[in-house]
């Protein structure tokens, strides 16, 4: 896929108090335009305002800055003086500006366990990053076992595979967050490849964008004619977090946006375009339920997985 450069002019582009979902579109559209182009050539982001960003918020960041980065653009961002903002600290801590200038901010600038390093995962290594990285971290969250989440494993494996068949992108960011106050792990996984609409579109040319979110969760589809992953990732990971669970998914790409939650005893499926932009590649949020594992990785094993 090939992106423009709509201006060469250079653009200051202030963060809002709180990067998460809800504002994420904003701030992508001061950045790039409906066809996924970049405004500008030079873009100073501006971190001040900074107060609270979430996984999603993470993700959304870094992979802008990664995507401004692939086309040549420059990337730089404004932190402002000491005593820094919370949001910028939170940065700090997860490593945020290490893993872009080489070094963090503040010299005792230390991770949280509450958190684990954002991280540019290339497909070839999926496998050592679930192993390694990721599930140690959520089993010591929950307090099980990494034998224990398998389940969790195979559906994250799915993720990447499904969203790496479905984008064409071999590369996406990921951060994932404990919010012990809320009983909740989130994980978000961003790319900025061609994103699901425009590939499910090649075999369904005249499904809108939230269409074809819809349609690559349906079992059994699949845009690869290859018999692995045969339409099982996106589906599995929705029946698995909201009726084992009883978490949620979110997916976004393009001008679409789908939604899966538990709602008397059946996923519930929302999908629904978006009003403020569009989403330049394809985001997943989960948030798996901390207090459901154990008696849910329990009733998982007793019914295996059929794929």
């Keep these: 896929m090939i ?12 963060l809002p108090h709180r990067l998460t979902q809800e504002t994420m579109q904003i701030f992508i559209n001061k950045v790039v335009d409906n ?25 959304v960041l870094s992979t802008l800055i990664d995507y401004l980065k692939r086309i040549n653009a420059k990337v730089t961002v404004r932190v402002g003086k000491e005593p ?22 503040r010299s005792h600038a230390e991770l949280r366990n509450t958190t684990v390093p954002l991280e540019r995962v290339q497909s070839e290594r999926i496998f050592d990053y679930l192993d390694n990285h990721l599930m140690p971290w959520i089993a010591a969250r929950v307090g099980l076992e990494q034998e224990s989440v398998a389940t969790v494993r195979t559906c994250f494996e799915e993720i990447f595979h499904n969203v790496e068949d479905h984008s064409g992108v071999k590369i996406g960011n990921v951060f994932a967050q404990f919010f012990p106050g809320n009983d909740h792990i989130q ?11 425009a590939v499910v ?33 996106l589906p599995t990971l929705m029946r698995y977090v909201t009726l084992r669970n009883r978490g949620t998914v979110l997916l976004a790409s393009g001008k679409g946006e789908l939604a899966a939650s538990y709602q008397d005893g059946a ?24 207090d459901t594992f154990e008696a849910m990785e329990e009733d998982v094993r007793k019914e295996a997985f059929q794929w």
């Design 35 to 59: 066809q996924g182009d970049a405004r500008y050539s030079r873009v100073l982001f501006d971190l001040t305002p900074l107060t609270f960003i979430d996984p999603t918020g993470v993700v």
């Design 267 to 290: 996923t519930n499926i929302r999908a629904r375009v978006t009003r403020d932009g569009i989403y330049p590649g394809t985001l997943v949020k989960v948030i798996l339920r901390t």
């Design 187 to 197: 994980v978000a996984i961003s790319d900025y490849g061609e994103g699901i609409p």
């Design 3 to 14: 992106w423009n450069i709509i201006s060469r002019a250079a653009q200051k582009i202030p």
């Design 201 to 233: 579109r090649r075999k369904l040319p005249n499904l809108s964008d939230e269409e074809a979110l819809a349609k690559a969760c349906e079992e059994g589809f699949s845009t690869k004619t290859n018999v692995r992953n045969r339409g099982a990732g």
């Design 84 to 105: 820094y903002s919370q949001g910028i600290v939170y940065l700090d801590d997860f490593g945020f500006f290490k893993h872009y200038g080489d070094r963090p901010l």
